[in-house]
């Protein structure tokens, strides 16, 4: 059996390394070349973790990654909402680590190499297939095409196979959110494991250590600033690009009404010597992934709003779950089952994601207290805080049973 994969990003990374850890062939085209370390921090959760940890990875997110011990939520002065364990400090078998996704990529892409060699190619652009009951082929950019059993769309939100599956498809979704992103050498806040989401409808500031700084005490902070736009509703501005550079001085008047005990944002976007934007965009859920011997994975299948921390992570159990099937040996009813295995979860977190996932928090408690409150419990019930963020856990399928 030979699997042929397009797109080796996160997803279609972590599948080559678990088909080749199954004893089956596979090849993975990568359009890059050359493959950056693209990308500021990301967040793996500890299902994720654990299917990265089979494939003997674990000391590798360790180098580069940073174990999150707590995620906060916080208003806009700074007032914790609600605060969690995270990862094995939450009872988890395995940590979540906080990291940047260009060394994320780049420890993936350094095992695949390794293990799979020259099936690993870069600047080999998929551009569409043909398939028959006996295989599937891949057509290349190149004007090269290549054979397999099966071939797997993990290319991204601006998936070349998914507009094949599905010419009808409308665009991108956008509601009007923007983003920026930037990564910048600063002291260490609290524990220096600690993750922060502060902030209310009008914008919100995320916090986290993706890895060590330039001196003892220092770190790499990663930070995200996103606030509705006006024109919701409208096109997303520019092309739902990772890497497209921003004007740090738009950002500025988002966080103006921020008035946070531990860090002045404004001083943190300054700092940056560099910041990306990035429309929070999504696509609707599809009916269906699977034709035959073609199938979506990650970003292609499923591509859904960067918040919940679900992006990274539910492409990596796609992968877990499409190897096992595949390792049963029927090619088409592998990606069947796993299209029926997969996409209603993917597709609810799609949904949640849209309301703002468990980040949700934070906005029922700044509309019951905008100015901020002395006494939490005023405000809002445990209960009525605990239902918001541990049922999103259970549907991203990483709340801890006990
Ligand atoms: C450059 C880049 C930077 C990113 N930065 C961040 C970030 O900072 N924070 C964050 O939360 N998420 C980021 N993401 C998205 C994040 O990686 C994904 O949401 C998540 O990891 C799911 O991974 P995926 O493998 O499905 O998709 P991706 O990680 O997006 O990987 C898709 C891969 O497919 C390749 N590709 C695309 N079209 C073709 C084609 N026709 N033929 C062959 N290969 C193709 C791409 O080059 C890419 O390597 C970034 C993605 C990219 C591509």
Not at 87 to 111: E, N, Y
Not at 141 to 156: H, K, N, P, W
Not at 186 to 206: E, F, H, N, S, Y
Not at 250 to 276: G, K
């Amino acid at each position: 059996m030979r699997i042929l994969i397009s797109g080796g990003g996160i997803g279609g990374l972590a599948l080559a390394l678990m088909l080749r850890q199954r004893h089956i062939d596979c090849t993975v085209l990568e359009s890059a070349e050359p493959v950056l370390p693209l990308g500021v921090g990301i967040n793996l959760l500890p299902h994720a973790v654990r299917e990265l940890a089979a494939l003997d990875l674990l000391p590798g997110l360790d180098e580069v990654g940073v174990r999150t011990r707590e995620l906060r939520y916080a208003n806009h002065l700074g007032q914790v909402a609600w605060a969690e364990a995270r990862g094995t400090w939450a009872g988890h078998d395995m940590p979540q680590f906080s990291i940047h996704r260009g060394h994320l990529h780049g420890l993936l892409w350094k095992a695949a190499a390794e293990r799979l060699g020259p099936a690993l190619k870069k600047d080999s652009r998929v551009l569409g297939f043909t398939q028959d009951e006996g295989g599937v082929t891949a057509l290349l950019a190149s004007g090269e095409s290549m054979t397999g059993d099966a071939l797997v769309g993990a290319d991204g939100i601006h998936s070349n196979l998914r507009a094949l599956l599905h010419p009808s498809e409308g665009g991108v979704r956008w509601q009007g959110i923007q983003m920026w992103r930037g990564a910048v050498d600063w002291p260490v806040l609290w524990d220096g494991q600690t993750m922060c989401i502060a902030g209310d409808r009008r914008a919100k500031l995320v916090l986290y250590p993706i890895g060590p700084g330039s001196a003892p005490g220092r770190c790499l902070l990663n930070w995200v600033v996103y606030a509705l736009q006006d024109g919701a509703g409208a096109s997303p501005p520019g092309r739902q690009d990772w890497s497209r550079e921003a004007d740090r001085d738009t950002v500025l008047p988002h966080v103006a009404h921020f008035r946070l005990p531990f860090i002045d944002p404004a001083a943190l976007i300054r700092a940056s010597e560099r910041a990306s934007e990035y429309p929070m965009c999504d696509r609707d859920p599809l009916p269906w992934w699977t034709q035959g011997r073609v199938t979506l994975l990650g970003d292609a299948a499923h591509p859904m709003y960067p918040v919940g921390s679900n992006g990274a992570s539910q492409a990596v159990l796609d992968a877990r779950c499409l190897a096992d099937l595949l390792a049963a040996g029927d090619v088409p009813a592998a990606l069947a089952a796993y299209e029926a295995e997969r996409l209603p979860k993917t597709s609810a977190i799609v949904a949640s994601n849209r309301h703002g996932g468990p980040e949700r928090v934070i906005d029922f408690v700044a509309e019951r207290a905008p100015d901020g409150y002395t006494d939490l419990s005023a405000v809002a019930t445990q209960d009525e805080l605990a239902a918001i963020v541990g049922g999103y856990a259970r549907l991203a399928g990483f709340a801890v049973a006990r």
